[in-house]
Nanobody, 124 residues
Framework: QVHLVESGGGLVQAGGSLRLSCAAS????????KGWFRQAPGKEREFVAA????????VISDSVKGRFTISRDNAKNTVALQMNSLKPEDTGVYYC?????????????????WGQGTQVTVSS
């Protein structure tokens, strides 16, 4: 059973913006730290951004720093990834994830729950 559902992906031109959203289906995951990862065709999945349980601490990959922002709304049980100044190399399937504890981590192995992903395509 999938407990995280991503939305907001699509096709956008380089320089454009997209906002991804991830909704958790159960309150169990409300305060779990959340992460976003992505996987480009033919490449391994890589870390993008993570946020701790209360939203006060974030970790952002150097490849998207200054362009992407992660936020969460625990009342709505959602986490968002605002993506600005998109580049063709940002193309891939974006996955939402959730892990136990309080801290935001960039390691993929920390996360226990994963969504099915949403496709982001940036054209040049």
């Amino acid at each position: 059973q999938v407990h995280l559902v991503e939305s907001g992906g699509g096709l956008v031109q380089a320089g454009g913006s997209l906002r991804l959203s991830c909704a958790a289906s159960e309150r169990t995951y409300t305060y779990w730290p959340k992460g976003w990862f992505r996987q480009a065709p033919g490449k391994e999945r890589e870390f993008v951004a993570a946020i701790n349980w209360n939203g006060k601490n974030t970790v952002i990959s150097d490849s998207v720093k200054g362009r992407f922002t992660i936020s969460r709304d625990n009342a709505k049980n959602t986490v968002a990834l605002q993506m600005n100044s998109l580049k063709p190399e940002d193309t891939g399937v974006y996955y939402c994830s959730a892990g136990r504890g309080r801290t935001a981590w960039s390691q993929e192995s920390y996360y226990e729950e994963w969504g099915q992903g949403t496709q982001v395509t940036v054209s040049s």
